[in-house]
């Protein structure tokens, strides 16, 4: 029997998809019940009154949930989301109900034995209740008290070897795809840049410094399993220089039909035999490809990276040998100014160790975005305000066609002294030698 009537909740309980309000209740029931014997150091009806707060929360139309203060554990600025009810009274379970961010493990590798410490430790000092994980990549634990948190974050840093994620106006917890661990098509080691600049930029993370939240996120290859070209401040997207290779025998043979289409990944239905011409040739997005005489042909100086063919026939083409990154800036949810994507800012850099022309880059971003941006403004929406031409002035980067995303719409163009051949200073006879009245 459940301590709070939660009619408004039930209701999503009945449809045909998972729901978070059953696991809620059996969350609940577990707790309650305690055959484990755990020490519980929280109120152990916290989920109870989770669910009751948040029936309320649905009949009144409102949030119950209220700003209290900073808290925190020493030495951090982040890590930790303070969370306090508006009715402590009536559901005192959760009258403090704290998030915590933990760092996560580089490309979500985990070992079973990990999982489990980390599930033990949150029954015990916590609500029982994780994210895995949040929408930049954090581990969440959801729901402590505020005397916990210097004990949770002793458990994380000194027994498991963990540290605790970022939260506020720093860098957030950097987050990566499998990378060459496990992926053909990955162009860089995106475990090891991640790692790198993660410990690197401890400071950044740990201490909050920055007009508001910078997110780095690595992808492997232009398919973007982080999807960082839209969610992060500044993405790291692995890509090639030389040819898309081609083995002509196996595209012959999935024209043939001896090899699956994408790998197998749409056998559910029968979708007829593979077409080619209309499955890979007509959506090249620059149509530099054709299918002629049972020969595929790639004009690679128009090939902007899209992976859709490689993904179609991965037996028969595979990325080039020559391979790094390109860094975009400026990607953001729509919270002030609109969600935006990431625009184009380095567009080859080759990825190794220790990667000092990648740091260079991230840290003339940083005394430009720190100098200029206002409180509470994105990267992306100070290029709105400032241009993009003033960023690649802060970093010296030279212009670049690809960075051009479409034609202009300002017909003004606004020259700078320097680039005007003598300067603003002119003199009179000489102008009136050429200009006679």
């Known amino acids: 029997m459940m301590k709070h009537e939660t009619p408004l909740l039930d209701q999503l309980e009945s449809g045909p998809w998972p729901s978070f309000v059953s696991d809620l209740k059996a969350e609940a029931e577990k707790r309650a019940k305690n055959e484990e014997n755990i020490e519980f150091q929280i109120p152990s009806d916290v989920v109870e009154d989770l669910l009751g707060v948040l029936e309320l929360s649905f009949k009144d139309g409102t949030t119950h949930w209220k700003h209290g203060g900073i808290v925190g554990v020493f030495g951090y600025g982040g890590g930790v989301i303070g969370r306090y009810c508006d009715q402590p009274n009536a559901f005192p379970g959760v009258a403090h109900f704290h998030t915590m961010r933990v760092a996560q493990p580089g490309g979500k590798f985990y070992t079973t034995k990990y999982l489990k410490d980390l599930c033990d430790l949150w029954d015990l000092r916590g609500s029982g209740i994780t994210n895995m994980h949040g929408s ?109 290779k081609i083995d002509q025998e196996a595209v012959a043979a999935y024209v043939g039909g001896e090899f699956p289409s994408n790998a197998g990944a749409h056998a559910g239905r029968d979708w007829g035999a593979f077409d080619i011409q209309k499955e890979v040739v007509d959506l090249c997005p620059t149509n530099c490809m054709k299918y002629e005489g049972g020969k595929l042909e790639i004009n690679n100086r128009e090939c902007v990276r899209c992976m859709h063919c490689i993904n179609v026939m991965p037996r028969a083409l595979k990325i080039g040998d020559d391979k790094g990154l390109s860094i975009l800036v400026g990607a953001k949810a729509p919270i002030l100014d609109g969600a935006q994507m990431g625009s184009l800012l380095v567009p080859f850099i080759k990825c190794e160790e220790p990667y000092d022309e990648i740091k260079e880059v991230i840290e003339k971003v940083w005394d430009w975005w720190m100098e200029e941006g206002k409180n509470r403004e994105r990267l992306g929406e100070l290029i709105k305000r400032q241009g993009f031409q003033k960023l690649l002035e802060m970093t010296e980067i030279d212009p670049d066609p690809r960075m051009v995303s479409e034609p202009r719409s300002n017909p003004y163009i606004f020259w700078k002294e320097e680039e005007v051949e003598g300067g603003w200073d002119r003199d009179i006879n000489e102008f009136r030698k050429h200009h006679l009245r």
């Open 136 to 244: 930049t990549g954090d581990i969440i634990f959801l729901g402590t008290t505020t005397p916990q948190l210097e004990e949770v974050f002793f458990e994380l840093t000194h027994r498991m070897g963990q540290d605790l994620g970022g939260s506020g106006s720093n860098l957030r917890t950097p987050a990566d795809c499998i990378g060459q661990a496990r992926c053909e098509y990955a162009c860089y080691d995106t475990q090891a840049l991640c790692y790198d600049l993660t410990m690197e930029y401890q400071d950044e993370l740990h201490r909050p410094a920055f007009p508001y939240k910078f997110k780095f996120k690595f992808d492997g290859c232009p398919n973007g399993c982080v999807a960082s070209i839209a969610r992060a401040d500044m993405s790291f997207i692995g890509t090639w220089k030389d040819d898309i």
